[in-house]
């Protein structure tokens, strides 16, 4: 049991995208802290999503925190563009690098807090240099690129060992997950030490009427 406040986070990328306003009004009524925006290049990952020009039409729809996660490269080019559209945490990937201190630095500078994001062949030791610059830690329990995969287990190790170097830092970082999170690995991600659950096929699951019981299940896991 946890006494750390959870925030869900649902990933657009399962919504219905022929109605994806009428899908960020219903998944914000519905108790959504973060609305998650995934965004892919098909270069850095092996998919394309959506870019800035669609948040900033989304930003219309809801005034919940746009967590951006860019799965794209490079990444410095970009960053005022997805400011300018909306977000308000930019997560980046440190292989699409080269220099994530920079990348941070670029982010904050343009308003908005910063995010690493670890994928599952990426190791710990990576956010050390630079913890003292972050606002958020996204662990991948998926190879990034397509919602509805499995969840990978070894992330769970990952996030004990990042709990613990958070504590440590004694600064307030979030630590979410993202990747085949449902009822049962949300639970199991937040014994682990996560807080932020990004979830895409589990929260959009069954349509509108019940994005509100999917939200409220995977915070249960608390
Ligand atoms: O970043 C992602 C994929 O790269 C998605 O956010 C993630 O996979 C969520 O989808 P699901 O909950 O369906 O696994």
Known sequence: MTTRPIKIAPSILAADFSRLGEEVRAIDKAGADYIHLDVMDGHFVPNISFGPSVIESLRRCTDKIFDVHLMIAPVDPFIEAFARAGADIITFHPEAGPHGHRTIQAI???????????????????????????????????????????????????????????????????????????????????????????????????????????????????
């Open 108 to 222: 904050k500078a343009a308003g908005c807090r910063a995010g690493l994001s670890l994928n599952p062949g990426t190791p710990v030791a990576t956010v050390e240099p630079l913890i003292d610059d972050l606002d958020l830690l996204l662990v991948m329990t998926v190879n990034p690129g397509f919602g509805g995969q499995a969840f990978i287990e070894t992330g769970l190790k990952k996030i004990a060992a990042l709990r613990d170097m958070i504590d440590r830092s004694g600064r307030r970082i979030d630590l979410e997950v993202d990747g085949g999170i449902n009822f049962e690995t949300a639970a199991r991600a937040i014994d682990a030490g996560a807080d932020v659950l990004v979830a895409g096929t589990a929260a959009f699951a069954g349509g509108p009427d019940r994005y509100a019981d999917n939200i409220a299940g995977l915070r249960g896991g608390a």
